[in-house]
């Protein structure tokens, strides 16, 4: 009896060193699969938020298009109706749009007491950045003086005839249902996971767990390091904050992918 115990101990040992390779395997390959399924979620998303932008700006241009303001004859009456137009109509403009002329003083805003017309905003950093570099550019977040909602503004240059008239500025709705909807479908997706849009030094403009705008976000260290890659990355990163349910420093796999629009991811 004791003659079969060694290599029958042995098989086993075989046996269990072989089923111990094999659960590496499917381990490592269900980890890849996770870390490949993170990161298309990541980019789907980006790819649906760059959409949205991307509609933002359209709009905006479509209407500069109509409006044909010449600063050395302003003759606002027409502007005014084809703003005051354009506004009922853009729902994803509804905290605001605002005609400035090229020195960054209000012309036109609507709704009425969103600015009042002559407010100088040539130091505002995002309307002194597109007057200076006469393209389209993304405000950081601030809250707007009406609704008090969370916003950011999308400034596009005009041009009459040529020349440089001024900027349309519209303000989109950080909290608004587009850009929540298209995080929380992300986390859905992700089953046990949770979706975040930040700035490019990591902090939190939108994102599916309860954090305060322009907070770090929750991977806030890969987020700022991933935004300066300018690149797709997927990586098992700690939990920064200390948050009810999410244990702080348990490992995550996080997809992080860069918008194209916009500087945030």
């Known amino acids: 009896m004791a003659a079969f115990a060694l290599p029958v101990s042995a098989v086993f040992l075989i046996l269990f060193a072989l089923i111990a390779i094999l659960g590496d395997q499917?381990?490592?390959?269900?980890?890849?699969?996770?870390?490949?399924?993170?990161?298309l979620i990541a980019q789907m998303t980006a790819g649906a938020i760059d959409e949205y932008l991307q509609e933002a700006i359209s709009e905006l241009e479509e209407t500069s298009y109509l409006i044909n303001f010449d600063p050395a004859n302003p003759q606002l009456s027409v502007d005014a109706n084809v703003l005051a137009h354009h506004y009922d109509l853009a729902v994803m403009f509804a905290p605001g749009v605002t005609l400035l002329d090229p020195t960054g003083r209000v012309l036109l805003s609507h709704p009425l007491g969103l600015y009042p017309p002559g407010a100088d905003l040539s130091h505002v950093p995002h309307v002194a950045q597109a007057l200076q570099r006469r393209e389209i550019a993304f405000s950081e977040p601030f809250y707007d003086s009406v609704n008090h909602h969370p916003v950011v503004a999308v400034d596009f240059p005009i041009y009459n005839g040529g020349r440089f008239a001024g900027l349309l500025s519209g303000l989109l709705d950080l909290s608004g249902s587009e850009l929540t909807k298209t995080l929380q479908r992300a986390a859905n997706l992700s089953q046990s996971g949770h979706?975040?849009?930040?700035?490019?030094?990591?902090q939190v403009l939108v994102s599916t767990l309860d954090l305060p705008l322009l907070s770090p976000g929750e991977h806030a260290t890969f987020y700022r390091w991933a935004m300066a890659q300018r690149q797709p990355v997927v990586n098992t990163m700690p939990f920064e904050l200390?948050?009810?349910?999410?244990?702080?420093?348990?490992?995550?796999?996080?997809?992080?992918?860069?918008?194209?629009?916009a500087p945030w991811g």
Not at 27 to 38: A, C, F, I, V
Not at 195 to 202: D, E, Y
Not at 242 to 261: I, R
């Open 26 to 39: 499917i381990l490592q390959g269900s980890k890849d699969r996770l870390m490949n399924e993170r990161l």
């Open 195 to 202: 979706a975040t849009l930040v700035n490019s030094q990591g």
């Open 242 to 261: 200390d948050l009810p349910n999410e244990p702080q420093n348990h490992l995550d796999v996080t997809g992080f992918v860069p918008l194209d629009k």
